[in-house]
């Protein structure tokens, strides 16, 4: 129902004259277009970001209905002051270190094999799609199970210890938990690798050749700087997975032996515990631990964002 | 500096595919040796063997007396510039230039004196500090070319390195190719498929086609003594043209006219169909030669011309003679060839396309029927299956009927 | 080449490692299925005897009782219908970025890249107090909306990748030639986007079939509850015993359709997580 167009021009337009008709329905129709899917992704996080913030400054406990109210920041102090807030963000971040970089030596060796298989490539790839397709559940239940002291075969082998009970202490279980993320997010690495191995120019191979470089200098020298945009971004993507580590720890350990990651701290004392203030205190928290790592990324080391993918 | 031979050298790919085929050349010490030759006619191939980035199926490769089949390319001492130049495009000129003496331990102090002197040589001083991206082609060029004078090198291998210049830029390089090569006296070996190229640069020649290599020699061997037919179409432009002939009884009979068959030297007296070739620059306008050559030697002939083409220092004229059309393999790769590139002949049923290059001063005109020359003494006849140079070793033929 | 047997060599070591690499843990736990519940301690790789009793177990009770069964049909529902609506929307989406001007088109992006990098456990709280309160707790809905919220960046990444290759051109032109708007949608569109539309749905529902934390954090019974959680909450022989046996074999199940999947459609799936990490 537009009006048609007056004699004189709209006063003070921010672009020069008067957009076209045209470019204005197109841009209603881009609008619309977009409208639903903006919606949806706004309406599970922007709304209940907001909430979850207003949530923890207030004392909301599902089973004290009853007590409640604005509590200022007493839910954060007493996270922050928590020795288990702290554990929980030392074990997350050391799974987040040690499976990074695992993931990166692998996932390189694994791309170049992919990058340069003279033969059997749907092999490859299918094998490397496999622990992607696979529910992180499924996988974590399989390697617990091959660990597990009474039916897993790990003991079994010739080199490990027949009694070694791997989920009694803490570090075995960070090994098998470690052991489960590398094997499931190795080969999404080794795809975001991948990516960035292709845009490299043969040529510039065979020149390293005649210039006498041999295999390892053309990789140090050719192949690992050239991919450092692509390795920054997959660095980037895989930490913020990284730290986001549930599903794994909770089938293995549910958190015992000081293994737990403060997303299961979080769903312990959102989920289990109904404690809403204190467990949306720690959701923001792990939000603006997440923001971090990502400004860290972007700003720090240079990151470029627009040529990565999210997902995975 | 040192001589490359190749020995009976041959390439087969895995898939049974010979790009190469039983390759003999002998290159000089401090020469500039071309290989030339429509795509696909194995020259590239032949230049990654002698570097060592193509693994040599059967044959020897010898770079200064020393055989290096089995050497890798940081072995044997050579230096290849790229169709692409294959910069680093994360290094600057001075670090791309750099690269192959640091990988070899040398001290930086002698890094940069070299690099700085070949820099200076190649007009690069004011650039060493920026990267690929920033330069232009002809400076990226030159940086290639930087990178391979740097090392000091056995040998130059350059595959292409002026195809992606645009064509006044192309000129340029070539002569600034030509006087770098005098005066750094490496031997050199060059790939190309631009004859025009083949031929100013190098001192000698190696025509290639499908794998084998045709004839070597120098430029003017080339020209004037073809061994076979693809040579004689594949070098000069525009191309020579094509005809088909009867010898009989002493006498050639061609479709503009008869000539006697003059002396040959040795070797097999040619006889029934043959394919004749002239070049366009023998022709010319009947009314510009004078009376006696025309006597001496060659043919009067009447044509209609279909097109003339005015460069000022020439003219092109185009015309059709009738033929029965000539079955020759080699004849039919140098149409596919340069078809468009050339005035090469068009093998249209029953017909002949001729081109003839004039004195300017000839008054031909489009639709007009001319009165034209051409010198037999040049003619030269190949054999229609094995496009061999059946005139060799002689001056051709005698006089007019 | 005489280099060639020993690369060659090489190569397949690597290519047998690669694959060793992704399969043991699912032959192992093929390995536990098969296994008959007595022998499930006997902690070999390879089972001394197979049976399938683990996978009866499974099944037993049909809908009602097994503990599987219900499951299964809830993940599968709200997979398939969190796919289809998130294509559909991120289809708008990604057509509408692709080819037309707007004012926000960034935005969009950077914000559907800011939700892919968020931690859903800090929306949990909230999910799990709005649905308690609108009544979608343990329903199929109240996990289909998280699940749209956080793969429409994915989808919306991928098409968009996609929709810039397409030539639109070829649209006018077959209008030209004679077909009508619709027609040349159809004709020449659809053939040309469905790869794309096709990969991102895969990954879409790969998403949505794999997620644990909303489905035990806004689920509480059969009535909704995913494959995921359900395997959390197997019960064994006595309280004290995991059921190793059954959850293998439920594994198993999920499984196998995947790997199958994933073989089938291998060049797709690689072509669209890579498509989104090549510029443009």
């Known amino acids: 129902m537009e009006a048609s167009a007056p004699a004189h021009p709209a006063p003070a337009s921010s672009s020069p004259g008067r957009a076209s008709e045209r470019t204005r329905s197109e841009r209603r129709l881009a609008w619309m277009l977009c409208a639903p899917a903006v919606v949806a992704m706004l309406a599970v996080t922007a709304y209940p970001i907001g909430y979850a913030i207003a949530l923890s400054v207030q004392e909301v406990d599902l089973r004290f209905p009853d007590q409640g109210g604005f509590v200022g920041l007493d839910n954060y102090r007493a996270v922050l002051t928590s020795d288990l807030w702290w554990t929980d963000i030392f074990n997350t971040v050391f799974i987040l270190v040690t499976t990074v970089a695992i993931e990166l030596v692998l996932g390189m060796a694994i791309a170049l094999v992919m990058h340069r298989a003279i033969f059997g490539r749907g092999a490859v790839r299918t094998a490397v799609l496999i622990p992607y397709g696979i529910i992180t559940v499924v996988a974590a239940f399989a390697w617990q199970f091959a660990f597990a002291p009474e039916t897993g075969f790990v003991n079994n082998l010739p080199l490990v210890s027949d009694e070694m009970d791997w989920f009694g202490g803490r570090f075995s279980s960070f090994a098998v938990i470690i052991m489960a993320e590398v094997w499931k997010t190795t080969p999404f690495m080794a795809l975001l690798l991948l990516a960035g191995l292709v845009t490299i120019d043969g040529q510039l191979y065979e020149a390293a050749k005649v210039d006498g470089a041999n295999a390892w200098q053309r990789f140090t020298r050719i192949t690992l700087p050239l991919m450092k945009p692509a390795i920054l971004v997959a660095l980037l993507f895989r930490s913020l997975d990284a730290f986001r580590v549930f599903d794994t720890i909770f089938i293995m350990t549910r958190g015992a032996q000081d293994t737990e990651s403060v997303s299961i701290l979080g769903f312990n004392q959102l989920i289990s515990r109904l404690n809403l203030g204190l467990g949306s205190a720690v959701s923001v928290l792990i939000f603006f631990c997440v923001f971090l790592i990502a400004f860290l990324f972007v700003k720090g080391l240079g990151a470029r964002v627009e040529e990565g993918r999210p997902g995975g | ?401 | 080449m005489r280099r060639g047997t020993s690369e060659y060599a090489l190569w397949s070591i690597g290519i047998v490692l690669v694959l060793v690499f992704a399969l043991i843990p699912v032959l192992w736990l093929v390995s536990l299925s098969l296994k008959p519940p007595d022998a499930i301690t006997d902690q070999r790789f390879i089972p001394a005897e197979v049976s399938f009793d683990n996978y009866k177990s499974l099944f037993e009770g049909g809908i009602g009782d097994s503990p599987f069964i219900k499951p299964l049909i809830n993940s599968l529902g709200i997979a398939l219908i969190t796919t289809l609506v998130a294509i559909t929307l991120a289809s708008f989406t990604a057509y509408a970025i692709a080819r037309l001007e707007f004012p926000g088109k960034r935005l969009i992006l950077a914000g559907a890249l800011a939700i892919a990098m968020f931690p859903p456990i800090s929306t949990v709280g909230p999910l799990f107090d709005m649905w308690r309160s609108i009544g979608l707790y343990d329903t199929w809905p109240g996990l289909i909306i998280p699940y749209l919220t956080f793969s429409l960046p994915l989808a919306i990444y991928v098409l968009v990748a996609f929709f810039r290759e397409i030539p639109w051109e070829l649209e006018q032109a077959a209008q030209v030639d004679g077909a009508t708007p619709f027609q040349a949608f159809r004709k020449v569109i659809v053939p040309l986007a469905a790869p794309g539309v096709f990969t991102a749905a895969i990954l879409v529902f790969i998403f949505a079939w794999n997620d644990f934390l909303f489905a035990i954090s806004l689920t509480s019974s059969d009535a909704s509850r995913t494959v995921p959680a359900a395997l959390a909450f197997f019960t064994g022989e006595s309280s004290f015993t995991q059921p190793t046996g059954s959850i293998s074999a439920a594994a198993v199940v999920v499984t196998v359709p995947i790997i199958v999947f994933v073989l089938v459609f291998q060049r797709r799936i690689v072509a669209g997580l890579t498509s989104g990490a090549v510029k443009g």
């Open chain 2, 1 to 401: 500096m040192a001589e490359i031979e190749l020995d009976g050298v041959s390439k087969v790919f895995d898939d049974g595919y010979e790009a190469v085929k039983d390759m003999d050349l002998e290159i000089r010490d401090g020469e500039f040796m071309i290989l030339v030759g429509p795509s696909g006619c194995g020259k590239s191939t032949a230049l990654r063997m002698i570097a060592g980035l193509e693994d040599i199926t059967r044959g020897e490769l010898r770079i200064g007396g020393q055989v290096v089949n089995d050497l890798a390319p940081k072995d044997r001492d050579v230096a290849m510039v790229f169709q692409n130049y294959a910069l680093y495009p994360h290094m600057t000129v001075r670090e791309n230039m750099g690269f192959s003496l640091q990988l070899a331990g040398v001290d930086k102090a002698e890094i940069n004196r070299k690099v700085e002197e070949a820099a200076r040589i190649l007009d690069l001083s004011d650039h060493l500090d920026r990267k690929p991206a920033n330069l232009s082609g002809g400076q990226r060029q030159r940086v290639a070319m930087g990178r391979a004078i740097v090392r000091d090198p056995k040998a130059f291998l350059l595959d292409e390195p002026l195809s992606n210049l645009d064509a006044k830029l192309r000129v340029q390089m070539r002569t600034e190719l030509a006087r770098l090569q005098s005066k750094l006296e490496t031997t050199t070996v060059y790939v190309t498929h631009d004859q025009t190229e083949a031929m100013t640069l190098g001192d000698r020649v190696a025509v290639m086609r499908a794998g084998v290599l045709q004839q070597v020699g120098t430029p003017g061997e080339l020209y004037d003594d073809p061994r076979n037919l693809f040579v004689a179409g594949f070098i000069g432009s525009p191309a020579m043209n094509f005809m088909p002939a009867e010898v009989s009884d002493g006498r050639v009979k061609l479709p503009i006219g008869e000539v006697a068959l003059g002396e040959q030297d040795g070797g097999a007296v040619p006889s029934g169909r043959v394919v004749a070739g002239l070049r366009p620059e023998h022709f010319e306008d009947a009314s510009l030669v004078g009376d006696e050559l025309k006597r001496e030697r060659g043919i009067e002939f009447e044509a209609e011309i279909d097109l003339v083409e005015s460069l000022g220092s020439d003219l092109y004229a185009y015309f059709r003679i009738a033929s029965e059309g000539i079955e020759s393999e080699q004849l039919a790769d140098l149409v596919n060839e340069s078809i468009g590139e050339t005035g090469a002949a068009n093998l249209v049923e029953g017909e002949e396309q001729i081109v003839a290059r004039l004195e300017p001063a000839s008054k031909v005109r489009r639709r007009e029927r001319a009165r034209l020359w051409v010198d037999a003494s040049r003619l030269h006849l190949f054999d229609p299956e094995s496009g061999e140079n059946l005139s060799r070793g002689g001056a051709g033929v005698g006089a007019a009927v």
